[in-house]
């Protein structure tokens, strides 16, 4: 017995049972130039998840036109963002690590927290594997994603299962695929949009504008409509505002297909003919500001409204490491810790 103890003491088996919380992002581009952004899209765009057309033909696409066209473009936009911390999706996301791991130990819990990016880095295998050598073997996984989409969160899962499929021994895994209806998030979100109102007045119209997917995949099943259609409503409802106060909207479409609507860009630029002037705009689908806040956003949707004749146009800001946040991130990883 004592000969088959010390081996199993000497592989390590005896040494595990730590607990891990592993937060989970979409991703960004290791610095604002058209080689980093190359990899990044690359990357991005290759998902089965994110463009679901044929896979020879967008192959062909992809690696024939858009890698050859759009990093330079959008490398421009991220150079418009970044900031001397770096990539601002990145920066928020270390921070929103660091609050969470103290937060966890001030309420006495002994587990690390880690931070993996679904392209891009940290790798979500490189963070695994990281965790294996650790000794965890309860790894509770956090997708930000506020509203499960099969683009976002389904991938998420998809690159954990590849990883994981590679191993001998799986640990316990505790997926947390959606919190768009969850109490503390809807109160963490009404707080925000409440805190801008005192500061800056009610607008005239609140746009709560979400991510973008190709319409086709509503039909097929995907739920991310109807989550944000749920979160509008119980965050509208806590606010106590009208119908007509509000209104949500989809932003980010790419390619010509159609996508869910109204179209965020497209209702921006109608609301000052409709004698709306005032406009503040929030969104609930990122956990973290970004390209897709900070210049689609405040940029060119700021843009477009004076454009049309707007006059006060806001975005207030998405949760980011705010303590409200970090409070509902701690509550949705206890019970599994």
Known sequence: MAKFLGLSQTLGHSKRGKVAVLLLNLGTPDAP?????????AEFLADPRVVEIPRLLWMLILHGIILRVRPAKSAALYQKVWTEAGSPLMDISLKQKQKLQQKLIEDGHDVSVHLAMRYGNPSVASTLQQLHQQGVDNIVVLPLYPQY????????????ARELSQWRYIPSLHFINTYHDNPDFIAALTASIEA???????????????H??????????????CFCSKTTRLVTERLGLAPDEFVMTFQSRFGKAKWLQPYTDVTISALPAQGVRDVAIVCPAFSADCLETLEEIVGENGHLFAQAGGEKFRYIAALNDDNAHIVMMANLVKPYI
């Not at 130039?33 to 899209?41: E, Q």
């Not at 989409?149 to 954990?160: C, E, Q, V, Y």
């Open 33 to 41: 130039t058209p080689a980093a952004v190359r990899r990044y899209l």
């Open 149 to 160: 989409a099969a683009p976002t969160t389904g991938s998420a899962f998809d690159a954990i």
């Open 196 to 210: 801008d109102f005192r500061s800056h007045g009610k607008p005239q119209k609140l746009v709560l504008s979400y």
């Open 212 to 225: 973008g997917m190709p319409e086709r995949n509503l039909h097929l099943g995907d739920p991310y409509y």
